[in-house]
């Protein structure tokens, strides 16, 4: 009692009073029984949310215990910028091509209508991606590529016809992957 409706009310008003009858007294008590079978749901809520994380967590501690592993902010960190700042560069890796540079100037072009994500998605996974998609550097290449491409929002990393999203960005032609591609590497990353 002390614990679930004095130090509550206390906390919450800086004051207790008695309840001054017996129905009053009930619903008080009735109410912290609410209050605190409210407390123990959150709190089971909350501990089934910390299970289902706790494979990502393991992952995760995997990767970063890893002694080939880097995280993106350290990378970034060799270049003097923030993760945040690689993810906008290797996002903006498809605007070095002449036709990017066309359509900024082209006060008739239409908003999105040159594609500039798939070009960061491909290099980051034609460099670090391989054969087999379940190492962890495939998954880590696989979450960078995402996040690069993902910049203006999600894309679906699988398709309803079971078409991989990353494969589509591997494939899709008349980008201009290579102009990008070269002169990304050139001007930005040289």
Same mark, same amino acid.
């Given at each position: ?37 409210? &407390? ?6 909350? %501990?089934?949310?910390?299970? /289902? ?11 970063? /215990?890893? /002694? ?18 690689? +993810? ?16 900024? =100037? ?6 999105? =209508?040159? +594609? ?15 054969? +087999? ?10 979450? &960078? ?25 591997? /494939? ?8 990008? %591609?070269? +002169? ?7």
């Amino acid at each position: 009692w002390v614990t679930s409706a004095v130090l509550p009310a206390i906390r919450k008003t800086g004051s207790y009073s008695m309840p001054k009858d017996y129905p009053s007294a009930l619903r008080a008590l009735a109410d912290a029984a609410e209050q605190k079978l409210a &407390l123990e749901a959150e709190t089971e809520r909350q %501990r089934q949310q910390i299970a /289902e994380f706790q494979p990502i967590r393991q992952y995760v501690d995997t990767i970063l /215990e890893s /002694e080939g592993t880097l995280a993106t902010s350290q990378i970034a960190a060799d270049y003097g910028i923030s993760a945040r700042q690689l +993810n906008k560069i290797l996002h903006d890796a498809g605007k070095y091509k002449t036709e990017f540079q066309k359509y900024l =100037s082209d006060e008739r072009a239409q908003r999105g =209508s040159v +594609n500039h994500t798939f070009a960061g998605c491909r290099m980051i996974l034609e460099h670090f991606h391989g054969e +087999n998609s379940e190492r962890f550097e495939d998954v880590t290449a696989e979450l &960078l590529a995402y996040a690069a491409g993902a910049h203006h929002g999600v894309f679906d990393c699988v398709y309803q016809q079971h078409r991989s999203g990353f494969m589509h960005r591997m /494939e899709t032609e008349g980008i201009q992957y290579e102009e990008s %591609r070269e +002169n990304f590497l050139k001007y930005c990353a040289g």
